[in-house]
């Protein structure tokens, strides 16, 4: 069965630094990987998502994420955060052919400091 | 209008009582999913339809049901609902068959039982 953890369960940044969010994955074969975002009061939106080929893939909003299969990793990453990055943030897992029953990680904080 | 729409957006009712949790969709998608979210334990798959006549249980399936009364509605129910079912629950849609879809989730509906 597949799984996901994210270790970091808050993650406190100050607006304009670097931000990496952490998400480690175990499933048998190459997963589908997706990560998702939360606001206060909202249902989850795509942030992006990896399927096959280019181990980074870019999202929106200026979000990225690097898929290392050596590590089992899909760790999320902004180059300079912004307030209204301030979220809760969820990493998925799929199973290929699993027909989107996504596995979510428990989901980590992310407050912004002005 | 949301392209995914709960109802009620919010619940307070007790212990025993039956509880319908509604959801329908704009998106003409075949495939609808009920997830429970918790504090610390990210959301978890309740139950999954990927058409009217294809209905399966998720991992916490056990003391829920569901109904899938078109292909854009799918109704949530707890026949005796019990304090540790107050959660926070979404549905999701998708339309793609092989897992590597985007899902697309309503809001959320907030039921706590006493």
């Known amino acids: 069965a597949q799984s996901v953890t994210q270790p970091d369960i808050h993650i406190t940044v100050s607006e304009g630094a670097s931000l990496e969010l952490r998400c480690n994955y175990s499933y048998g074969a190459t997963p589908y990987l997706f990560w998702y975002v939360q606001s206060p009061g909202q249902g989850l939106q795509l942030l992006l998502k990896y399927f096959s080929g280019d181990t980074l893939v870019q999202g929106i909003k200026g979000f990225e994420a690097e898929f290392k299969r050596s590590q089992s990793s899909f760790n999320l990453r902004k180059p300079s955060v912004h307030w209204s990055d301030a979220a809760e943030y969820f990493c998925a897992v799929g199973a290929r052919g699993g027909g989107n029953k996504l596995t979510f990680g428990t989901g980590t904080q992310l407050k912004v400091e002005l | 209008d949301a392209d995914v729409t709960q109802t009620p957006r919010n619940r307070i009712t007790k212990t025993g009582k039956r509880i319908m949790l509604e959801c329908s969709q704009t998106k003409g998608h075949d495939r609808m999913y009920w997830y429970r979210q918790d504090p610390g334990l990210g959301l978890r798959l309740i139950y999954y339809s990927f058409d009217v006549k294809d209905i399966n249980k998720g991992e916490i399936s056990d003391g829920y049901s569901v109904s899938r009364q078109a292909q854009a509605k799918f109704s949530l129910s707890l026949e005796s609902a019990i304090p540790n079912q107050t959660a926070l629950y979404f549905c999701?849609?998708?339309?793609?068959?092989?897992?590597?879809?985007?899902?697309?989730f309503g809001e959320g509906s907030r039921l706590t039982v006493l």
């Open positions: 999701a849609t998708s339309d793609v068959p092989s897992g590597a879809g985007e899902l697309f």
